[in-house]
């Protein structure tokens, strides 16, 4: 049984940047996907990046491309998430998300283990 435990989280100002971990524990499968999820108060969740473990394609939703950057360190299973240029409507709750590959890129409906979260929170 795999588990995830995010850190990272916290409180920063518009155009200031973080830094989300997601350390994964247990029986890892060595070839699949990993990403990152949020969900604001009263939103969808929603997918924001994706890294297949073995190959390292990553995927962007186009509201952080270019701002956000994910990255996966096989040696300390952990996944990373850096957040720069931050703004307000990236506030929300932070998901770290795994699960079996099915294809070159992974995708929301590829995880099926979820973190307990952790909180961003972006003030203008």
């Known amino acids: 049984q795999v588990r995830l435990v995010e850190s990272g989280g916290g409180s920063v100002a518009a155009g200031g940047s973080l830094r989300l971990a997601c350390e994964a524990s247990?029986?890892?499968?060595?070839?699949?996907?990993m990403g990152w999820l949020r969900q604001a108060p009263g939103k969808e969740r929603e997918e924001v990046a994706t890294i297949s473990t073995p190959y390292f394609n990553e995927r962007y939703d186009d509201s952080v491309e270019g701002r956000f950057t994910i990255s996966y360190d096989s040696a300390k299973n952990t996944m990373y998430l850096q957040m720069n240029s931050m703004t307000p409507e990236d506030t929300a709750m932070y998901y770290c998300?795994?699960?079996?590959?099915?294809?070159?890129?992974?995708?929301?409906?590829?995880?099926?283990?979820w973190g307990q979260g952790t909180q961003v929170t972006v003030s203008s």
């Open positions: 998300a795994a699960g079996p590959r099915a294809g070159t890129f992974c995708y929301n409906n590829d995880f099926n283990i």
């Open positions: 247990g029986d890892i499968d060595r070839d699949g996907c």
